[in-house]
């Protein structure tokens, strides 16, 4: 198809409620669907986000509340669907790796790869860390602890069915080398290829037998084995959006996704295992991953293992649905950690949008009810140099978002377009300061008052319009309110906190 774009999210484990990192990812990909959708008036865009749903962890936390793992899976979902209602996230689909969908796709997979020899069946000898599902050799752990969550590993001998990612080592260097706008940012590029370049890839063990776990994906040529979590979770990216046919090709309305949006802690996964996948099942690779940052709480990442979580939910009763999605795009460059504090919300909040935005909305709906009995003037051409900037700042502010946070050039930005559109709410706000309309009103100037106040009402219109995929919310009732046959300024957008 095209001109299309397909954007997808993690699927996030349901073993715990949604946190403030899930909710980055989420709002950071409905963001971008929306800009695509709104600003670049594309049709054909796709988001599709999920759930993960089977394994270890899910099991556990299933066996701690007491209910089988598909009641609790149900329970859960309900918590993160709940919450990208919540948050307005505008996705098209919503996959749960447990669908039948998901796993028709998943043996089918695994049909089409043992048949071909690219799965075989093999005795595992070794260390394997239970809570992070995976298998290390002895020299790569130290003192038998797991090597990233440091929790003791056990030792164990099973037969078990292994992926030949090593047969693909080289290929998958090559293609990376040759094709720069697969792994984003750059930072990330180079620590997949810096990987390749000095590790060779051991096959993956994928499967895990009944005995040990048996909340899983049935392998269809083992009934004694269900699929590891992590080859079953990575398909649903395929099997959300097509099928496979009698021969094994893969037919699909928008695949290749153009942009696999996750976090840092998984790029292995979306950057060595994925693609080695997709091509061994001869499907077309993904454009590009982008793996972001971690929001931090002082020195470590927010997860549920380091109980340190923050709710999206208290954040939003606390300050609203649009000020946390603008904190989150706003305050981190795209792809760095950050550190989340309430203090740096506040502070946003006070500078951003209530002394900034919010000012200017209020100050300008009150001139018009004030001075044009509610009604909006005409247009009418502003006479000073000031009021010719600020018009050519809204154009250049059309250019400009259009490429930006485009998929071309470094990576994504958020932050960059929002200080672009702030540079023309402070031009505004500073324009008002300066006219000082009160002395135009005294002095009876009414020709520059109108075409003053018509200005501002322009300026608030272009910031809707351009913060649309950021506050849709916000960008709506600004809309809205302009709209309105007599202008009623209502309560303003966002009153000071105060924190004294
Ligand atoms: N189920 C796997 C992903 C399978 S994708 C086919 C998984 N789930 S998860 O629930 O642990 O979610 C991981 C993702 O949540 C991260 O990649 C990131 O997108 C987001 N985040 C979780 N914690 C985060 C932070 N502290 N900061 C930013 N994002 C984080 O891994």
């Given at each position: 198809m095209a001109n299309k774009f397909y954007i997808t999210t993690p699927l996030y484990y349901v073993n715990a409620a949604p946190h403030i990192g899930h909710s980055y990812t989420t709002i950071a990909a409905d963001c971008l669907a929306r800009y695509m959708r709104g600003i670049l008036g594309q049709d054909n865009v796709w988001l599709l986000t999920g759930t993960d749903e089977h394994g270890q962890k899910i099991q556990k936390a299933a066996d701690e509340a007491k209910l089988n793992p598909p009641e609790f899976c149900d329970k859960m979902v309900g918590q993160f669907k709940g919450l990208w209602q919540k948050l307005n996230i505008s996705y098209d689909d919503f996959i749960r790796t447990t669908e039948d969908r998901h796993v028709r796709t998943v043996q089918r997979v695994l049909e089409i790869l043992y048949k071909k020899g690219d799965i075989y069946e093999d005795t595992y000898d070794g260390l394997y860390c239970t809570p992070c599902e995976t298998f290390w050799l002895e020299s790569q752990a130290i003192n038998q602890l797991c090597p990233d969550c440091k929790r003791p590993l056990e030792k164990i001998s099973e037969t078990n069915f292994f992926f030949r990612l090593s047969k693909y080592h080289d290929w998958l260097a090559k293609y990376i080398g040759d094709h720069p706008?697969?792994?984003?940012?750059p930072s990330r590029y180079e620590e997949i290829s810096r990987f390749l370049e000095l590790n060779k890839l051991n096959d993956l063990c994928i499967s895990r037998p009944k005995e040990r776990l048996s909340w899983g994906i049935p392998l269809p040529f083992s009934p004694g084995h269900v699929t590891y979590v992590w080859f079953d979770a990575l398909i649903n990216y395929i099997s959300a959006v097509g099928n496979f046919d009698a021969q094994g090709n893969y037919k699909s309305r928008w695949w290749p996704a153009d942009l696999h949006l996750i976090?840092?802690?998984?790029l292995r996964q979306h950057a060595v295992y994925w693609p080695i996948m997709l091509y061994a099942l001869n499907i077309e690779l993904p454009k590009t991953v982008f793996a972001h940052g971690w929001w931090m709480v002082g020195e470590s990442k927010m997860s549920k293992s380091r109980g340190n979580v923050i709710s999206p939910l208290e954040m939003v009763d606390k300050y609203g649905i649009d000020v946390y999605r603008y904190f989150l795009l706003r305050d981190v460059p795209f792809g760095l950690d950050g550190n989340f504090s309430e203090e740096a919300i506040i502070k946003r909040f006070n500078a951003d949008l209530a002394n900034d935005l919010g000012n200017l909305v209020y100050r300008t709906l009150t001139m018009i009810e004030k001075y044009f009995s509610s009604n909006i003037p005409e247009k009418a051409l502003p006479a000073d140099a000031a009021a010719r900037s600020i018009e050519a700042k809204i154009k250049a502010l059309d250019a400009a978002i259009a490429a930006n946070?485009?998929?071309?050039?470094?990576g994504f930005n958020f932050a960059g377009p929002l200080e672009d559109i702030w540079e023309l709410i402070n031009m505004a706000n500073k324009y008002v300061e300066e006219t000082k309309p009160w002395n135009l009103a005294k002095e009876n100037k009414l020709k520059e008052l109108e075409a003053f106040c018509r200005l501002l009402v322009e300026v608030i219109r272009a910031v809707a319009l351009k913060i649309q995929p950021f506050m849709p919310e916000t960008a709506d009732s600004i809309l809205q309110q302009l709209g309105q046959d007599k202008i009623h300024k209502g309560k303003p957008l966002f009153p000071r906190i105060d924190v004294s």
């Open positions: 706008d697969f792994i984003k940012p976090g840092k802690d998984i946070p485009g998929l071309a050039g470094p």
